[in-house]
């Protein structure tokens, strides 16, 4: 059953056509789950989040809905889910005052997540013997914003490493691939969609390194956080 809201999906945004191409397939993939779905982003884009937000709830009006449901597509809660996201949500309520504006908790914050990195590790042990993972995100420059990986790297008995923050992706790997005790070393890829880091990341690699493909959000998973609202 549909619901009564419309649901707005916010990525990133990257020159690289394939996280636009993934967030094309999740709208039409939910088209069913709400009332109305559509989707854009914070950078790479001709119009800012709030100009993309009040085109879409002026559509959202034609369709007698009064509600759009922001949902940040973010793993970490980083500057874009804790400062560029609000303001471009204030943005368009100010725009188009008629439309009531909430935002859903991010992507990352669900603890749907944990099982979903499991799934990962499990598909890519089925045909290589992996005995060290390494959770690697991009991470942020709010370091707070950074515990959520360290709790899951706990959790997965994983080492965590950064791509743009320390500690740093390349000095993790090298000190683990010297270290006696690791044998078979594999690298839990926590991004949502593929792109150019994580090409950057995979042609770096090792040979026999192994290297799981990025999450992509299920439906469920999208379902249950976009019918949450943040209390602010």
Known sequence: MASEFACFLVIHGSPDPRPQAALDTLIERHRADFAFCGGGALECQPLSLAEQLVIFGQRALTLELRQVRILPLFLLPGVHVQED???????????????????????????????????????????????????????????????????????????????????????????????????????????LFPGTITDTIQSQLPTDVVMTEPLYPTATLIRNLASRELVV
């Not at 690697?136 to 360290?150: D, M, T």
Request: no cysteine; glycine share 4%.
């Open 85 to 191: 996201i609000p303001a471009a949500v204030a943005e368009a309520q100010q725009l188009l005052p008629e439309m009531q504006f909430s935002i859903s908790p991010h992507l990352g914050s669900s603890p749907e997540m944990l099982p979903l990195v499991q799934q990962a590790m499990q598909q890519a042990t089925a045909t290589r013997a992996v005995d060290r993972w390494i959770l690697l995100s991009h991470g942020s420059r709010r370091p707070s914003a950074n515990q959520p990986v360290e709790i899951l790297a706990q959790q997965l008995g994983a080492t965590p490493a950064y791509w743009s923050v320390p500690p740093l992706f390349g000095s993790v790997l090298a000190h683990l691939s010297q270290s006696a005790q690791s044998q078979h070393l594999g690298v839990l890829t926590y991004f």
